[in-house]
Nanobody, 121 residues
């Protein structure tokens, strides 16, 4: 199982970036996918989530209207389009895939290694 993020880097405030997370080793279309982020000294937080079919999406209040999560099940890839970036968006962004196991209350839970986003002038 692999989740490989790409698209990170340094961007000026107000700029845009598009993150990609390529999945392999599991049935991507059965998994809900999410983007989390973790800044130094802070807890990991959920940024955006999308259900397995793409029918439902949720966002952290801090990114609503600026970030868009999407997925392409034919390409086993989930994306995060980030616009109007702010210095407070600086963090490592991690991709997560989750699906229910047959035992109630348990899940398959996969993580990528993360990609650094730095928003600075």
């Amino acid at each position: 199982v692999q989740l490989v993020e790409s698209g990170g880097g340094l961007v000026q405030p107000g700029g845009s970036l598009r993150l990609s997370c390529a999945a392999s080793g599991f049935t991507f279309s059965r998994y809900d996918m999410s983007w989390f982020r973790q800044a130094p000294g802070k807890e990991r937080e959920l940024v955006a989530a999308i259900t397995s079919t793409g029918g439902n999406r949720n966002y952290a209040d801090s990114v609503k209207g600026r970030f868009t999560i999407s997925r392409d099940n034919a390409k086993n890839t989930v994306y995060l389009q980030m616009n109007s970036l702010r210095p407070e968006d600086t963090a490592v962004y991690l991709c997560n895939g989750r699906a229910k196991r047959t035992i109630p209350g348990t899940y398959y839970d996969y993580w990528g290694q993360g990609t650094q986003i730095t928003v600075s002038s």
